[in-house]
């Protein structure tokens, strides 16, 4: 399906002040422990300001973690709306089968409302203790892990819970969430292909895996912005839309203060607004007092100091009313947004006398168990990554961003630092992550470290959106 673009404007014409706006992309870039891929603003509506930081591009999709969680949510928002399933109803009904195995009475009570609030019960995290018991059925796992306490009484950010309820939307639709979601959400917004993971189920896991644009982000904060109305036409019930972007359940302060100010339907209230986010950076912020909508995706494990920065920078530049004779200023900011890139990776381009192979250095690579070897050809420009007998190859050797378009996307910079050392950054560009290089030419061998670990496994073949799901 083709995109409709959204409706543009510019910044001034929408009240918003540029110097903000830059202070926001200066602050971003100037913090070394945060890398920004994209930033788009909305505000009444309108797109007023939109870049990407190359080699990452507009219409390439991004794995958005657990933002994925909004869009499971606004699932559930369908299928209540359509009498598909029912917030009071216990969690258990929806799985009879799995009655005579769930005695605690706590996990009999759960409802969906209680799940889909990240209220279970449970004091804490569940997956890798419902993991352990049921690694085949998460759902079944899930319930038979004991809540700590009564069901609606504590949060806790908890996996399986939206695991649960992306898995009661699946069976109540028969249809995945990506195939229920396209006639009622996805088509109607103009949001282009998705793609979602799946698990050992066979089901979309529902609390991550979502890869989208940041385009997708942005529409879906605007749809709930309009408090579910999209060009006139009602898709979300109000009532929804209201009750999901409200407070709880109480939620404590783990150090993050945007991380403790209450959550809703998968949905964390935030001092200003509620958003989406996902790990390493992947944001969809609601603003209703300003009227406008921002959607980040980057790589950084300080995600609250981003909110803190769009909070200092770009808050105030949200104005009154539109802001006459800046039409200088909204060209610049433009052109500064048209020329966004990532600074590369040092290094010098260099042909070697015959092809190299060089071996991880004392048996392993950090977080890369599978990968046995790194391959240069002697031309210097082809890169090869051998991952458990699976081949990756990779363009390399120019100046700037190298990018491979294929099964696996990715961009790789970098060079010869030295005659020995071949130092190379590899960007995988449908995700968040990168993998860091250093190959000896002395030893033949060479070290290896993500940047940012997957949380879905370390497999490079798999640092891409899934292809059977496109």
Known sequence: MSVRPMAMSTPSAEGVDTTGVHALLDALEAAPDIEPHSLMILRHGKVVASGWWAPYTAERPHLLYSLSKSFTATAA????????????????????????????PRSRAMLVRHITTMASGHEAETHDRARAIDRDEPVRGFLLVPPDREPGTVFAYNQPATYALAAIVQRVTGQSLTDYLRPRLFDPLGIGEVAWLRGRTGRELGYSGLHATTDAIARLGQLYLQ??????????????VAEGTRSHIVNPDGGWVDWAQGYGFQFWMSRHGYRGDGAYGQYCLVLPEQDAVVAITGATHEMQKVLDLVW????????????PGREKADTALAERLARLAL?????????????????????????LPELTAVEVDAEGRTLTLVEDGHRLELRFGEAGWTVTEGPVPAAVSGGWTDPDTLALDVAFLETPHHVDLTCSLADRTVTARWRTEPLHGPRLRAMCAPRDAR
Do not use: N
């Open 227 to 240: 408090r579910g109305v999209w060009e006139g036409e009602r898709l979300l019930p109000e009532e929804w």
């Open 77 to 104: 928002a369908f299928a209540a709306a359509e009498g598909l399933l029912r917030l009071d109803d216990t969690v258990l009904s929806y799985f009879p089968e799995f009655d005579a195995d769930i005695t605690d």
């Open 312 to 323: 200092e920078h770009l808050l105030p530049a949200f104005g009154a009313g539109p802001l």
């Open 343 to 367: 600074p590369p990776a040092a290094g010098k381009p260099a042909p070697l006398a015959q092809a190299v192979s060089f071996t991880p250095y004392d048996g392993g690579c950090e977080g």
